[in-house]
């Protein structure tokens, strides 16, 4: 069982299509990550945020997490070729050390 | 290029074989975390070493096993493979081990057990 689950866990759209995927847990994290994994490569980092309800946006993309800090969103506007990749949510528990788990991942492919 | 390195990057080998996998970590990061990924488990936190001394441990199992040196550099040594251990391997690392901080990772070392 997954501590963090995340859905779908494959999408396959049109270039310029809207899409959003979900990151949702049954625990509270301090903290909640997003990742984009290409192949051949390990997970790049894209955005932390750490406040309930927080939203963040990177150019396309935004973040959003959950009031409760358990669940997370990302959504893409207009979705390019070059957005195809796995994005891994991950969260984060303090106190000591930092504690990072990671969900299953999303595997999305914007096609031409 | 997120500055940590990993060799090698492809390993092929049999079971019951035992194996090293290589991190160099970022210039200047003192942590280096180990993870495992695979197809129906995802990425799965192994064990995090912090300036030399072992941090946190994860989902590593008894026959995994970890160091980090005194150039900060690791290793993750497995033994006595199965074929369930065929996965990519990760080593991240960061600046500090117990605030938030962010992870880089490495490119992965896929292991292949026949």
């Known amino acids: 069982t997954q501590l963090l689950e995340q859905s779908p866990q494959f999408l396959s759209i049109q270039e310029g299509e809207n899409l959003t995927v979900y990151c949702n847990s049954s625990?509270?994290?301090?903290?909640l990550q997003w990742y984009r994994q290409e192949p051949g490569e390990g997970p790049v980092l894209l955005v932390t945020?750490?406040?309930?309800?927080e939203v963040k946006k990177l150019k396309r993309l935004t973040f959003q997490f959950g009031d409760a800090r358990k669940d997370s969103s990302l959504h893409i506007t207009a979705a390019q070729p070059g957005d195809t990749g796995l994005y891994l949510c991950?969260?984060?528990?303090?106190?000591?050390?930092?504690?990072?788990?990671f969900g299953i991942g999303t595997k999305l492919q914007v096609i031409p | 290029d997120s500055g940590v390195t990993q060799t090698p990057k492809h390993l092929i080998t049999a079971t019951g074989q035992r194996v090293t996998l290589r991190c160099s970590p970022r210039?200047?990061?003192?942590?280096v975390y180990w993870y495992q990924q695979s197809l129906d488990q995802g990425l799965q936190f192994l064990i995090q070493?912090?300036?030399?001394?072992?941090?946190a441990k994860g989902n590593i199992l008894e026959r995994f096993s970890a160091q980090q040196f005194p150039d900060l550099h690791s290793e993750l040594n497995l033994s006595s493979l199965e074929l369930g251990d065929s996965a990519l391997y990760f080593c991240?690392?960061?600046?500090?081990?117990?605030?938030?901080?962010?992870?880089?990772f490495g490119p992965g070392t896929r292991l292949t057990v026949l």
């Open positions: 070493y912090y300036n030399g001394e072992e941090r």
């Open positions: 945020v750490v406040t309930g309800g």
């Open positions: 625990s509270v994290f301090s903290s």
């Open positions: 991950a969260g984060v528990r303090s106190g000591g050390y930092q504690k990072v788990t």
């Open positions: 210039s200047g990061d003192l942590s």
């Open positions: 991240a690392s960061s600046v500090a081990g117990g605030s938030i901080s962010e992870q880089f």
